[in-house]
Structure formats: structure tokens, C-alpha cells
């Protein structure tokens, strides 16, 4: 059960532009609700505030705080959760150490983060540190399947208002790129379990037997994949890639997501550092290592680190002009694809590439074809089949598109997002097993140093859930319904032996398809283009993949997203879109005082979380609320009241004026709670009359530079004073 005094509303306290977004829609939302007897409290899932609360040994007790992660993730279990969860950082190692750096610059005596922890004071405390990095917070959070649409008044405004499309030609020289062996596609097995099970993973080695893992406990019915990547394929793959590219006059890219899948992905990234840079590292391999530098950290921290190094900065200027021109993050910076393995996150960098016509930003300035390198296949042939199909039939038209929804399994942990305890770089040759408690091999590699063994899993009750939930949509909608599954593939063909019974029982498998990735983004992208709707019923990462996809191909973005988790145990968890937390957003706001964060996310969840509060608690008044969101949400779109890009034009604080005017105009227009309307008559009027002010005093504040007094953990007070300049908004909403 959750605490008494649990608020009726948890809202996330996060990380960059959504958290000082926060500081000037929270306080709007407070006194909204207040009327209502709901309550809004928070919770902090920051990076800063994860870090600060796994060393309470090393604060004062002034600088301490609550483990709230960990109080959300029983919460989630419960029936009386309502959470709405803003984007959070999922740290790379260097996000992580510029946290600790900056923490400890505000008198935090924290221990630097180990890179090679010798002692086993160090090791332990790396081990605490890796605990935060990754996705850390959402396996935590996500006791439930995920339901993520367009809201129908955000597809109405894209379809209405078209956004810009790059132009595809058939002749496009980009391509995308995988491996076509000695990949996690290619070595998968999985089993099913048919009883409770704990397991140990073992290495092997003609020197013995080495535990890499002991105690994995699995719920019957757990389906148990096990893959590996072989490090030398990997290599000759970057190898040829980099050269196939400067043959064909493209730009050199790879995708990854090394904030998620923390161990595997940012080895990956390390793997194309060193292949990138080969010659330098066959010369001077000792030297770098001396220096300290560590390929998975990225280019940018190898520079830092021998900038000073004359002849191994002439090593690395002669093989830079050897090599193809580089897909850029910041042409302008010099910021290369390289630089930081949290730089160019797969799920939003496709998309963007896809959605500009298949270019992506070279290193001078201009827009060119680009290698989109992902090394495994799992995932890959998404991307290219998106990229073939628009060279075939040109872009997207967004003013006649259909939509895409996704029911994703993600529940307890599901899959590759939860594999970050049982996946580990290899350290010799030998054979990889996993085995039972009663001595049986479940599952068996034979592997070489160097290789990444993973192991991942899914559990039985959310396999269910989640196709209970899209049988639930598609009766909902009569939408097309495709299961996403490759017959193929092992872990897909388990999946595949629970669904179809599920379906046939309920007596709905002719309202489903099952398709391979491939063939299910052509079918997709065929529907959509034809003005009609479907649903991708899909895994965790694919899940999280096509929520980027389609919507930034259909809205221009995914911040705006509709995300609903529904809780196994009847609660409900509401996501603010997957937008990620934006840090070019901050930095323009440090530059010039403007936000261009667009908090539509936050507005349409918070009309999810109103109406479910008032179905879960009866409270009458909270569906008013829920509904009148509704309405102000339309309203920002109707007039246009978004954030502009630019500085001196209207920007996030602005946007929340507005939802504000047109959330008390709806409240006082009502006619289902005369209590409400009269409480909120006086406001939307103070608030019309003084529209004019306001604005006024929000573009005043532009233009200058805007001190937050932190980055990772800025101060209250001055993120308060620069989000909230309007001392006529602030006296009417207090």
C-alpha cells in the first residue's frame, strides 16, 4: 500500500530544459488543483539527485536526501500510484562525472567517479556509481506496458499546420549499415522457462572457472535470451565501413544508445573510437593508455587528454585527413558523431536524418548523404527499410499521413533495457554458459576475449499484459494491428508461442498480424502514406525506437506524444512524451534567457493524470480539471501559442501564460462544477485583461545571459527568478 499521505499527483523532478520548464508550469498546475482538493507533490529522479542520495555517508545531513527513486518504485506498485514522469537523464559516464564534478564544486564531498578501480573501496564505489548511469530510472518505474499515441488535437494541428520535410531522391547515397554476422541478432538463443529458476553465468577458460553472475532469479514462464558480439567481427565491420564510406563520398555515422544499454553500447561506441583512430592507437597505444584514455569515454575525452602531446596530435590530424568527412553534432563546435557516446542517441538521430531527407550535418557546415552505421542487426533493418522506402516514394506528406500507435512491452524490466547486470566484456577465451540451479545449461557460447556477452529476459505476467493491452486498443480503434516479431529471431519466436494462444483464446487472431521489423516498417509506412492508422504492438527497444520514428516523421517531434503506462496493479503512470531532456534547450537559455522547450507532453499528460485520478478516487471535480486541459491544450495549438526557436519571440514561459488563460477561461466556462467556474471567473479574466503585461515581462528578460547557478543541480531560488519573470502572472496565480 502507498503511505497515507501520499499526494494524489507525484510529478517527477528531472534533469535540463523539462526541469526548468517544471519551475514555471508546476506552480500554474498547484493552484489549479488546489480547488479541486488534489494534491501535486514530487519526487527527485534527477542525475544530481540520484547521485546525492546513494552517499549519505559522505553529506551532511543538510546535504542528504531521500532515496526517491526507490520510494517511487514501490509506489508503482501499488493502486494508488499517479505519477506523471518527465524525460530524465539517462548519464553516460561522462554526464556522470561532469554531475560529480559539479556537485563537488558546490562543497559535496564526493568520491570521483573510478575508471579503473584498483582497491575494493574503489570498486565498490564504481559499482554504486554504475548504478545510476543508464536507465536507471525507468526499469524502476515502469511496472507496467506501455500505451504511446498522438494525442488526437496534436495529429489534428500537424495535419493542419505541416511541418517542413527534407527531400528524398532515389539517387540518395545514404544508406544504413550492420553487421551481417557475429552480431547479437546473430547469436541469440532463448528458452522459456517451465519453472521458477535461479541461474549463475560462468566463464569457462583453460585456467579455470570464472562466476560472472550468481543468484538470477526467474519467474516461471520467463523467457531467457543469451547473444554475444564478437569483438574481432565488430572491428573488421567499423574497418570496412569506414572505408566503404570515403569510397562512396558520404558522411561517416554511427548510432547507438549508450545511455540506455549501458555496458554493451558504450563498449560498441569505444570499438569505432579505436577504428576511427587505428593508426594512432597501433603507435601509441602505451602512451594512451598512460594518459589515461579510455575509447568508450569518446573522442572528445581522448583530445582532452593528449591535447598537450604534439606528436600524437600530428598522429591524429594525418589520420583525420584520411578518413571520410564525419556526421556532425555541432559543425560550428567541431563536435563530431565521436566525441561523446551520449551525443547521437539512436531513436531521436535516425529520425531526424530520415525526416531531413536522408542528410545529416558534415564538418562543413553543409548537408550531405550520410553511412548510418549500426552495428547489430536486431533493430537495424527499421532504419533501412525506412531509408529504401523514401527513396522509392519520396517523404512523407505529414498533412495526409496516418498515425502510428504503439502498445510496448516494457513491464519488470523486459528485454535488452534490462540486461545491464548479466552483459560483460569478455576477459579471455573461453565458453560463456549459463546454468541452473540443478546443474542444467541453459544456455552456451564459446567466446573470445573482448567479445560483449548479454543475457536478457521477460518475464510471463507483462508478456500477457502487453497483449492484453493491444487486444484492448485494437478493439478500441479497428486499427490494422501488427505484432512486430521475427519468427527468426530467438527471442521473438518465444514470444511468439505465448501470443498467438493468447490471441486464438480470445478469439481475435484474424485482427492481428505478425511480421519481421522489415517487413512490418514497409507494411507501416505503406498504411500511413495512404492516410490510414495502425498499431505496432512491439518490444522494449522497438518500443522505444518507432516512439520516436513515426511521431517526429508525423508531428515533427516526439515531446508531444501521448504515454501512458497503465500499472499491473491499477495504477497509473503518465509520460511526458520522448523528447529527451533537450541540453541544447539549457544552454540557449544560458545564452540568451530563452526556453524553447514545448511542454505539450506535460500538458496532455496531465490530462490523462485528471482523468484518471477522478475515475480512481471519485473526484468529480478532478475530470472538470482533466477535461478543461483538454481545452487549453487546443487552445495553444489553435493560436499558435508553442515556443518559437528564436530569441526575443515567445518561448516556454510563455506558452504557460497561455495554457493558464485558456485552462481558466474553460474552467470558468464550465457548467458541470459552478464552484469551480466561480472560483476561476476572476482569474481568466485577471489573466485576460493583463495579457498584454505579461507578455511584456517575459520579453523583457530576454536577450541577456540567464544564471541558473548549476547545471546538474542548479539553485531553486535563481531557477525560480528566471522562469517565472512576470510579477502580474505570478500575483494572480500566487
Not at 92 to 109: C, D, F, R, T
Not at 575 to 603: C, I, M, Y
Request: hydrophobic letters at 45%; one cysteine or more.
Amino acid at each position: 500500500m502507498a503511505p497515507s499521505n501520499t499526494p494524489d499527483i507525484v510529478y517527477t523532478k528531472v534533469d535540463e530544459a523539462p526541469e526548468l520548464a517544471s519551475a514555471s508550469l508546476l506552480p500554474i498546475i498547484r493552484a489549479f488543483a488546489a480547488p479541486a482538493g488534489v494534491t501535486i507533490g514530487t519526487k527527485d529522479i534527477s542525475l544530481a539527485g540520484r547521485i546525492i542520495a546513494t552517499f549519505p555517508e559522505v553529506l551532511t545531513e543538510a546535504q542528504q536526501q531521500t532515496d526517491d527513486l526507490a520510494v517511487l518504485g514501490e509506489l508503482v506498485k501499488t493502486p494508488e500510484a499517479n505519477v506523471i514522469k518527465l524525460p530524465n537523464i539517462s548519464a553516460s559516464v561522462p554526464q556522470l562525472v561532469a554531475a560529480i564534478k559539479e556537485l563537488q564544486s558546490q562543497g559535496y564531498a564526493l568520491p570521483d567517479y573510478p575508471y579503473t578501480p584498483e582497491t575494493d573501496e574503489e570498486k565498490a564505489i564504481q559499482a554504486k556509481y554504475d548504478g545510476i548511469k543508464g536507465s536507471a530510472v525507468n526499469p524502476v518505474l515502469r511496472e507496467g506496458n506501455s500505451d504511446r499515441r498522438a494525442a488526437v488535437a496534436v495529429k489534428n494541428y500537424a495535419m493542419s499546420h505541416p511541418h517542413r520535410m527534407g527531400e528524398w531522391t532515389a539517387d540518395s547515397k545514404t544508406r544504413v549499415s550492420a553487421m551481417s554476422g557475429g552480431d547479437f541478432f546473430s547469436n541469440e538463443v532463448s528458452a522459456t522457462l517451465a519453472a521458477a529458476a535461479k541461474a549463475k553465468i560462468v566463464l569457462e577458460t583453460a585456467a579455470g572457472e570464472t562466476v560472472l553472475k550468481e543468484g538470477v532469479s526467474y519467474p516461471a514462464g520467463t523467457v531467457v535470451d543469451a547473444t554475444f558480439m564478437s569483438a574481432k567481427a565488430l572491428d573488421a565491420f567499423l574497418t570496412e565501413e569506414i572505408a566503404k564510406t570515403k569510397e562512396e563520398g558520404t558522411l561517416f555515422s554511427i548510432h547507438m544508445k549508450a545511455t540506455m544499454m549501458k555496458v554493451s553500447d558504450p563498449i560498441i561506441f569505444g570499438h569505432a573510437v579505436k577504428a576511427w583512430l587505428a593508426p594512432v592507437f597501433e603507435a601509441f597505444g602505451d602512451k594512451l593508455a598512460a594518459l589515461g584514455v579510455n575509447p568508450n569515454s569518446g573522442l572528445g575525452d581522448l583530445l582532452a587528454r593528449v591535447k598537450d602531446d604534439a606528436e600524437i596530435m600530428a598522429a591524429i590530424d594525418a589520420c583525420t585527413a584520411e578518413r571520410p568527412p564525419m556526421y556532425m553534432v555541432n559543425s560550428d563546435k567541431g563536435i563530431t558523431n565521436l566525441h561523446v557516446p551520449s551525443d547521437v542517441i539512436i531513436d531521436a538521430s535516425m529520425p531526424a536524418l530520415i525526416r531531413a531527407g536522408g542528410k545529416g550535418w558534415g564538418p562543413d557546415g553543409k548537408e550531405a548523404d550520410t553511412n548510418c552505421v549500426i552495428p547489430d542487426n536486431s533493430y537495424a533493418p527499421v532504419y533501412d527499410a525506412s531509408v529504401e522506402f523514401f527513396k522509392a516514394n519520396g517523404k512523407l506528406n505529414p498533412a495526409t499521413a496516418g498515425t502510428v500507435q504503439n502498445i510496448g512491452l516494457m513491464a519488470q524490466k523486459a528485454e535488452e533495457y534490462g540486461s545491464h547486470p548479466t552483459t560483460f566484456e569478455i576477459p579471455a577465451d573461453g565458453t560463456v554458459k549459463m546454468i541452473l540451479e540443478d546443474g542444467t545449461v541453459l544456455h552456451s557460447h564459446a567466446v573470445e576475449a573482448g567479445d560483449i556477452w548479454r543475457s536478457a529476459s521477460a518475464r510471463k505476467a507483462p508478456i500477457e499484459d502487453w497483449v492484453n493491452l493491444a487486444i484492448e486498443r485494437q478493439a478500441d480503434t479497428g486499427y490494422r494491428a501488427i505484432f512486430w516479431l521475427d519468427e527468426a529471431r530467438a527471442h521473438d519466436a518465444e514470444l511468439i508461442k505465448m501470443v498467438k494462444p493468447i490471441l486464438e483464446a480470445k478469439g481475435v487472431a484474424d485482427k492481428f498480424e505478425i511480421m519481421a521489423p522489415r517487413e512490418a516498417t514497409i507494411a507501416s509506412l505503406e498504411t500511413i502514406t495512404k492516410g490510414e492508422n495502425t498499431i505496432a504492438i512491439t518490444g522494449n527497444v522497438l518500443r522505444d525506437y518507432l516512439t520516436d520514428l513515426f511521431p517526429i516523421l508525423e508531428l515533427a517531434t516526439s515531446a508531444k506524444m501521448l504515454s501512458i503506462v497503465k500499472l499491473m496493479q491499477g495504477g497509473g503512470l503518465f509520460e511526458t512524451g520522448a523528447g529527451g531532456s533537450a541540453p541544447k534547450h539549457v544552454q540557449q537559455l544560458v545564452e540568451e534567457n530563452h526556453l524553447r522547450w514545448d511542454s505539450l507532453g506535460e500538458f496532455c499528460a496531465l490530462g490523462e493524470s485528471f482523468r484518471f485520478l477522478a475515475s480512481a478516487k471519485g473526484n468529480a471535480k478532478a475530470k472538470v480539471l482533466g477535461a478543461a486541459v483538454d481545452v487549453a491544450t487546443q487552445g495553444i495549438l489553435d493560436n499558435d501559442k508553442s515556443p518559437s526557436r528564436k530569441v526575443g519571440e515567445p518561448d516556454n514561459r510563455d506558452s504557460h501564460f497561455y495554457f493558464a488563460m485558456y485552462w481558466a477561461k474553460a474552467l470558468a466556462e464550465q457548467s458541470d462544477d459552478a464552484e469551480l467556474a466561480a472560483h476561476f471567473a476572476p482569474i481568466a479574466k485577471a489573466l485576460a485583461d493583463n495579457e498584454a503585461t505579461i507578455v511584456a515581462e517575459f520579453k523583457a528578460v530576454q536577450g541577456k545571459p540567464a544564471d541558473l547557478g548549476g547545471y546538474y543541480h542548479a539553485d531553486p531560488a535563481k531557477v525560480t527568478a528566471v522562469m517565472r519573470p512576470s510579477a502580474t502572472l505570478n500575483g494572480i496565480i500566487g
